[in-house]
């Protein structure tokens, strides 16, 4: 089993809808959640990042945390063509707080 | 605020050359990360310092891969002898501390192709 699992997508959205984007981890202690947006041929941003259980809102994006069923989420309300990007789900280990692993990411497209 | 600075973007090499990249954190981050990228992959961590120490390097493939960060700032990775799956973007990351509160800033990262 992969320690942090994403479907690679491609997932498209039509503009203006909600996009889900879904991530599992292996490591029960596991910590602190990111998420980080990858464009095509550049390095990964940070875009959010929730610690505790619940939902986190940062504009139109929504993380949600499920540390009973190892559970991170992402939400884009009000798609938009410029969120077509692959979203890399990262989760630091419980041994250590400083190591990040990732996801293999998912591939979002918004069609207009 | 100046971000983290990667040298060369891009590098061809044949194989069985020696290759280096360079990585400059953003200032005050005592803790930079070497990743490697396959295409349509996730980043894979290849060593962590905190400071100047190597603190996880697990993943390095210690036979040809070497990495050293000097004086605790900026860090090169070497690879010698290269092979054709070496073929990857090598991503440097810093962050400031360790825990919850240090999300990684990465490096516009270096594109090795081996031939």
């Known amino acids: ?112 | 605020e100046a971000g983290v600075v990667q040298s060369p973007r891009y590098k061809i090499i044949e194989k069985k050359q020696p290759v280096a990249f360079w990585c400059n954190p953003i200032s005050g981050h005592n803790t930079l990360y070497w990743y490697r990228q396959n295409l349509g992959q996730g980043p894979e961590l290849l060593i962590r310092y905190e400071n100047e120490e190597a603190v996880d390097d697990s993943q390095l493939p210690k036979d040809r891969f070497s990495a050293e960060r000097l004086k605790g700032v900026d860090s090169t990775l070497k690879i010698q002898p290269a092979e054709l799956g070496d073929s990857a973007v090598y991503l440097c990351a810093s962050s400031f501390g360790q825990g919850r509160n240090s999300p990684l800033h990465f490096g516009n990262g270096t594109r090795l192709t081996v031939t």
Do not use: H
């Open chain 1, 1 to 112: 089993q992969k320690e942090v699992e994403q479907n690679s997508g491609p997932l498209s959205v039509p503009e203006g809808a909600i996009a889900s984007l879904n991530c599992t981890y292996s490591d029960r202690g596991s910590q602190s959640f990111f998420w980080y947006r990858q464009y095509s041929g550049k390095s990964p941003e940070l875009i959010m990042s929730i610690y505790s259980n619940g939902d986190k809102e940062d504009g139109r994006f929504t993380a949600q945390l499920n540390k009973a069923s190892q559970y991170v989420s992402l939400l884009i309300r009000d798609s938009q063509p410029s969120d077509s990007a692959t979203y890399l789900c990262a989760v630091t280990g419980y041994s250590s707080a400083s190591k990040i692993i990732f996801g293999s990411g998912t591939r979002l497209s918004i069609r207009p």
